[in-house]
Structure formats: C-alpha cells, structure tokens
C-alpha cells in the first residue's frame, strides 16, 4: 500500500530495531495518548515480542500491524493497525495509529489511515472500522475527519490511558462510505 510520500508494510522481526528507536524518541511526545508504559516496553526484546505478536495475529486473522514508511527514505515514521478484528455479521476491525512527532502536519497520518482503510475494505473484506479518540487529542480527530470518518458519540471513561479513565469520541467508517 503507497503513495507518493508514504507506504504502509506489515511489520517484520527486521523492523523492530527502527520500531525501538521511533519509540524512544517520541517516548515523552506519546505518554499523554497511550497506556502507562513499564521499562520494559522501551526494550529491543519488548519490541520484537510485539511485532511477532502481530505476526501472529495475522497469520490467524486478529489483527494487522503495520508500519508507515517515508517512500523516499524508506524511513519508519509510524504505526498503524487494525485490531480486535471481529467476523460474522460485525465484519469489524479497530483502529489505532501513532506518528513520530517530527513528522506532524505533513498529511502523513490521513494518507495512512485512508491507505489502511482501503486494505481493510478490499484485501480484508471488512465491512467497518472504528476509531476512538480523545476530545484533547484535535490533530487526531481531524485525521480522522479528513479520512472520511463519521462521529458516531462520546465514551466515556472508555480507556486508562496514562493511568487515567479517558473519555473517547467514536468515529466509525463502513464500505459503503467509500462508494458513496
């Protein structure tokens, strides 16, 4: 999956040590989007457990991680995936992305979450995507309103991201979406 600027890859054991590095750089940058973090997630052995786990997951259909990639550098600039993959009559996957900082407001993150989106729907076969994001968290919503994704309501205390119980905006996009 590409574009001129950027392409999305399934992520492999050789991309763990660049993973580690655009983790450690954008370590503080991330902190008030994500979990609390232990020690050991910053380590090259928690990285490679977390790209096999991702694998893993693809090989049985849970989920797809895949890294944003600078076309021209083929640099590792970020992170994207879908998760929580559900079949049967829900067809639906969640999304989530993260992007290093230096590389903020260039237009990286809709390329990519469009790209992904796209995969989702034809290589996938997914019917919808889902996405949460925090009400602060305004470069976010606006990727997702640029990629194409409807506000669907508010959630709250729907995830402990920095030790704390996080209210969410519900975004979503379908197949149907695209057609129209």
Same mark, same amino acid.
């Given at each position: 999956?590409?574009?001129?600027?950027?392409?999305?890859?399934?992520?492999?054991?050789?991309?763990?040590?660049?993973?580690?590095?655009?983790?450690?750089?954008n370590r503080a940058f991330l902190q008030p989007f994500?979990?609390?973090?232990?020690?050991?997630?910053?380590?090259?052995?928690?990285?490679?457990?977390?790209?096999?786990a991702g694998i893993q997951g693809a090989e049985s259909?849970?989920?797809?991680?895949?890294?944003?990639?600078?076309?021209?550098?083929?640099?590792?600039?970020?992170?994207?995936?879908?998760? !929580?993959?559900?079949?049967?009559?829900?067809?639906?996957?969640?999304?989530?992305?993260?992007?290093?900082?230096?590389?903020?407001?260039? !237009?990286?993150?809709?390329?990519?979450?469009?790209?992904?989106?796209?995969?989702? /729907?034809?290589?996938?076969?997914?019917?919808?995507?889902?996405?949460?994001?925090?009400?602060?968290?305004?470069?976010?919503?606006?990727?997702?309103?640029?990629? !194409? /994704?409807?506000?669907?309501?508010?959630?709250?205390?729907?995830?402990?991201?920095? !030790?704390?119980?996080?209210?969410?905006?519900?975004?979503?996009?379908?197949?149907?979406?695209?057609?129209?």
């Open positions: 999956m590409n574009d001129d600027s950027i392409y999305l890859r399934r992520l492999d054991l050789t991309d763990a040590p660049a993973l580690l590095a655009l983790r450690l750089r994500e979990p609390v973090r232990e020690e050991a997630y910053f380590t090259l052995e928690t990285q490679e457990k977390e790209i096999a259909d849970q989920s797809y991680i895949f890294g944003i990639f600078l076309q021209e550098k083929d640099t590792l600039i970020g992170r994207i995936a879908l998760t !929580g993959l559900a079949r049967g009559p829900f067809q639906n996957a969640n999304m989530g992305y993260c992007l290093d900082q230096a590389q903020n407001g260039k !237009g990286y993150m809709t390329r990519a979450v469009v790209q992904c989106v796209q995969y989702a /729907f034809d290589e996938l076969g997914l019917h919808r995507i889902q996405a949460a994001v925090m009400p602060r968290n305004k470069p976010s919503l606006r990727v997702l309103a640029k990629a !194409g /994704f409807r506000r669907e309501g508010l959630a709250e205390k729907y995830l402990n991201i920095n !030790g704390v119980w996080e209210d969410h905006v519900l975004f979503a996009r379908t197949a149907e979406d695209i057609m129209e």
